[in-house]
């Protein structure tokens, strides 16, 4: 079955207060959605258009359980803590097994 993944390319970073506390929020709602937190922050070499900022990727069992996961309850508290706080491009994606 394909794996699901949530992919977050941060533009910018206004209020990284707020941005830590939805990381946690974030990781608890992740947690529970069975999803691992592959890469969060760390050393990034942009190319073509890309911004050297903040990457996250995660990955789930399945594209429904991403899904599922960015659709509960407490992720959706995880935004309200992000609120207007990032400008950042978020996608769900489906690998290709």
Sequence with gaps: MPKGYWVSAYRTIKDPEKLAAYSKLTARAVA????????????????????????????????EQAVATHESAAYQEALVALSDSVERDFRIIESID
């Design 32 to 63: 529970a959605g069975g999803g691992r937190i592959l890469v969060r922050g760390g050393r990034v070499k942009a190319h073509d258009a890309g911004i050297a900022e903040r990457t996250v990727l995660i990955e789930f069992d399945s594209f």
